[in-house]
């Protein structure tokens, strides 16, 4: 959850003939004021990457709205201890290049810099690491992108101990600004330094998280400007107590923010929607209107306490917590979650914030250099814009042991206006194929019965429902028959259960014990958590529940399973553990 700003952009001194009049070209663009953008590069040599000329807005508000839309290269420099650490490759040049050429104007570089630093005074970091830092960040700029900089993991690894260790974790914050400072000091301003990702603090009273977070981003700010060379003027971003966009939080930052008279801070939070629907748990299947409420009115907090006032919002961070993960199962349904996306897009829009997609390596595979999900990535590109139309689904399940009826869908056309309904480049027929009355979408029995096909099991056609504007709506047509489900032995660890799926995909699951109490680890609810819980594998025809599930029911106690699929197909299981072993019965 970083943030970037914005920056005006210098020409770096060459030693050799031909960059000093690259240097002086671009200070030339500059004077004349030519379009900026990615117009003229600097020439390059192997030591100094060329540098896209970027005019920099000088007011913070338009700086920052020049940075839309934003990326972050999660889980790189920020993995523990070492940048590849968590599966993604070394950071290339390349990279920065394929995120440039999507449409990204900006990106997040977060930095874990602990394992990299001296535990002790004057917690120097190391000489090698800074460098690489440095080189990463300069690739970044040299494609004309804005960077944003952080302190980000570092957040629970040291400075969390700061209620208890105050005066040695405070040392060391400062000492890791002061050599950041230095060694970026005379970058130009399209890089942004943000204090600190998602501080927390452990032991501490709400008033003292709060004094704290003010003491780290007062001293902050003083460092660097302090600094001097291109930090006197450089955007930072202070963020509120982990990055939560509550209305306190953000008021407390506020009140930081006025007390520096700086017109050069950008605030900034993190957002990863309703927690039921971003990890799948107490039910929280769909985007309903509690998910889109809770959107929209942290959205309105963001616009209201700082955009309305003049500070910009660079939302470091968005995504579901649980979509897209390419290496689990899908927990939230991607027709549920291509909704949050584009009102994502929407809300952002609206209320003048920036936006940062968190990308860990899920949306763009950091090995082949390609996004995963093309029409994902497509609806969240047009959201930067325009809005897209949706429907309540993209599915359509027609059971295949029962005659094909009409099947109808409401439209959500989201301000545009539905146009037609296409299967491939042939359009289907208004009227005969499907109607459409007011938002309701109804597909006639004669289409559906063609579209099915010989019904075999699974998705049997892919239609598009084209609206005005914005990226088409896609609707899986689907055969299906309720799922069946075998006995199984297992133990603690886990219990494999046999599942024929036949087309149908599970949507969540239910536990509770004979009297009718919730089991499980989320014991507040009887909907446990997809992926954390139980786990759903169709290729391998099996569901999962997992050690964190079991480890958490009752010995002896017998438990009621309810899988809920997609079709509004529902099956019945028993689940019953004894010491280290555990049973699974279908009645």
Request: charged share 15%; net charge neutral.
């Amino acid at each position: 959850m970083k943030d970037l700003g914005t920056v005006r952009h210098r020409a770096r001194r060459r030693a050799q003939g031909h960059g000093r009049l690259a240097a002086l070209l671009l200070a030339l663009l500059v004077v004349l004021g030519l379009p900026g953008g990615t117009a003229f590069a600097a020439v390059a040599d192997a030591a100094h990457p060329a540098r896209a000329a970027i005019r920099v807005p000088a007011g913070a508000v338009d700086a920052v709205a020049a940075m839309q839309p934003s990326w972050n290269m999660g889980n790189t420099l920020d993995a523990i201890p070492d940048e590849t650490s968590w599966g993604n490759p070394s950071a290339t040049k390349a990279l920065f290049d394929t995120v440039r050429d999507k449409g990204y104007r900006s990106v997040r570089i977060p930095v874990t810099w602990k394992d990299h630093q001296s535990a002790a005074a004057p917690y120097t970091i190391d000489a090698t690491f800074m460098n690489r830092v440095k080189q990463v960040v300069d690739w970044a700029l040299a494609d004309g992108l804005y960077v944003v900089l952080n302190v980000h993991h570092d957040s629970w690894e040291w400075i969390a101990n700061m209620p208890t260790d105050h005066d040695g974790v405070l040392a060391r914050f400062d000492s890791t600004w002061t050599q950041i400072s230095k060694t970026f000091r005379d970058e130009p301003r399209t890089l942004l330094y943000e204090s600190v990702n998602e501080p927390q603090f452990n032991n501490a009273t709400d008033a003292q998280k709060a004094q704290l977070m003010n003491e780290l981003n007062t001293s902050f700010h003083s460092i660097v400007r302090s600094s001097g060379g291109g930090n006197a003027d450089r955007l930072l971003v202070l963020p509120t107590l982990g990055c939560t966009p509550t209305q306190d939080l953000m008021d407390s930052l506020s009140t930081t923010m006025g007390s520096l008279h700086d017109s050069n801070l950008v605030a900034t939070v993190h957002f990863y929607g309703y927690w039921p629907f971003s990890v799948n748990i107490a039910g929280g299947t769909r985007y309903d209107a509690t998910s889109q409420k809770d959107m929209s009115d942290a959205f309105a907090r963001m616009h209201d306490t700082f955009v309305a006032k003049g500070i910009p919002v660079y939302l470091g961070e968005y995504g579901l917590l649980s979509y897209p993960d390419y290496t689990h199962t899908d927990a939230v349904e991607r027709g549920e979650a291509l909704k949050y996306f584009e009102d994502l897009g929407y809300q952002a829009r609206r209320n003048g914030v920036t936006t940062a997609l968190w990308d860990a390596g899920s949306f763009l595979n950091r090995t082949t250099l390609q996004w995963r999900d093309s029409g994902l990535m497509d609806l969240i590109k047009a959201g930067w814009t325009t809005r897209s139309g949706t429907a309540s689904s993209d599915m359509v399940y027609l059971r295949k042991s029962a005659q094909i009826t009409a099947q109808t869908l409401t439209l959500n056309p989201n301000g545009t206006s539905f146009q037609s309904l296409w299967q491939g480049s042939t359009r289907l027929a208004s009227g005969t194929d499907y109607t459409v009355s007011g938002n309701q979408l109804t597909l006639t029995a004669s289409a559906l019965s063609r579209l099915a096909g010989n019904r075999a099991y699974g998705v049997n056609a892919t239609l598009q429902a084209r609206f005005s504007q914005g990226v088409p709506w896609q609707i899986s047509v689907i055969s299906y028959d309720t799922p069946v489900l075998s006995g199984a032995t297992g133990t603690t660890g886990s219990l494999t259960i046999p599942a024929q799926f036949r087309g149908d995909r599970l949507a969540t699951m239910e536990a509770r014990y004979a009297d009718g109490s919730n089991a499980g680890p989320a014991n507040w609810t009887p909907y446990q958590e997809f992926n954390t819980a139980f786990t759903p594998d169709y290729s391998g025809n099996t569901i999962t529940l997992t050690a964190t599930f079991l480890s958490a029911i009752n010995d002896g106690a017998p438990v009621t399973l309810t899988f809920d699929f997609w079709s509004g197909a529902t099956v019945t299981y028993h689940v019953k553990k004894s010491g280290g072993s555990v049973t699974g019965t279908t009645s």
